[in-house]
């Protein structure tokens, strides 16, 4: 055989031939979406053609949500094929909360994160004890956009995605926060976006004559959630979520359970209050996890 893995990369050398040909479609048939199957016989020679066809289709991953490094390219009829090294393709955009590891190809020469941004927090509740609160909005995560960091061929790269907050029960002070979104490299941390904070239950407050707070966003550029609003034996909406550019915080309602948070990184909105009716605490809404987009280059 001519070729050998290493570095998340296939390497070629030597004479191209049908089996070269195959374990690179075998290479690349670990992604779904690579539908293609045209495997050549021992015996048949490979020309410049199938060498590019080949290439073609690989390149057509980059527009389903992947980076590559580096795909050959550029055969004609009148050029040998050249031994060559042929990059996995990564999935580039991470919209889960969790935690994912890869191996940068030998030809990465650059990660460049076009954003990385932190889960937000819930919302807190509302309660109908005593003269009433509603609950304040949960902050949003904080995040970054167009940030790039050298990195070699062969490098280790973590990426942890983190969650958004839950609500919390009246016995707590507020809501739950989000989880931070960082990066590492080689096991070195190198970036990380703090979390944004769950905005106040209504009990962090009662009998005090203050409104319950709006949860403070994660650093950098995450904001603070809209405060609650005491009640005074009346009906209260709770606090707004915190916006982020890709997600919207929760919204005031009227509902058992404060609005949850959309999109990336948003604060759930905070629990209302109703005088004198059930369910007499008013949980707040859902945060929204992290996000990370990023590619690779040579």
Request: glycine share 20%; hydrophobic share 25%.
């Amino acid at each position: 055989m001519s070729f050998e893995y290493r570095n998340n990369s296939l390497l070629l050398s030597g004479r191209i031939n049908a089996d070269d040909y195959n374990e690179v479609i075998h290479f690349y048939s670990q992604i779904p979406l690579f539908q293609f199957q045209n495997y050549k016989s021992k015996d048949y020679r490979i020309t410049a053609k199938d060498w590019q066809d080949l290439s073609d289709h690989v390149q057509t991953l980059r527009n389903q949500n992947y980076t590559i490094p580096w795909v050959p390219s550029g055969f004609t009829k009148e050029n040998r094929v050249q031994a060559m090294s042929w990059s996995n393709a990564i999935y580039r955009e991470l919209t889960t909360p969790g935690d994912y590891t890869f191996q940068a190809p030998n030809e990465s020469g650059t990660l460049q994160l076009s954003w990385i941004m932190a889960g937000g927090g819930s919302g807190g509740g509302g309660d109908e004890d005593g003269y009433g609160r509603s609950g304040g909005g949960g902050g949003s995560g904080g995040y970054q956009q167009n940030i790039n960091f050298p990195i070699s061929g062969g490098s280790t790269i973590s990426i942890y995605i983190g969650s958004g907050g839950a609500p919390t029960s009246k016995y707590e002070t507020e809501g739950g926060s989000g989880s931070d979104t960082y990066l590492l490299i080689d096991n070195q941390e190198v970036i990380r976006m703090t979390a944004g904070k769950g905005g106040q239950n209504a009990l962090a407050t009662n009998y005090t004559g203050d409104h319950p707070k709006g949860g403070v966003g994660g650093s950098p550029n995450g904001l603070t959630g809209g405060d609650g609003l005491k009640a005074n034996n009346n009906n209260k909406l709770g606090g707004n979520g915190a916006d982020t550019p890709l997600g919207t915080g929760g919204q005031p309602t009227w509902a058992d359970q404060g609005d949850n948070a959309s999109g990336y990184g948003a604060g759930g909105g905070g629990g209302c209050t109703k005088d004198r009716q059930k369910p007499g605490y008013w949980i707040g809404g859902f945060g929204t996890g992290g996000y990370a987009l990023f590619n690779l280059t040579n």
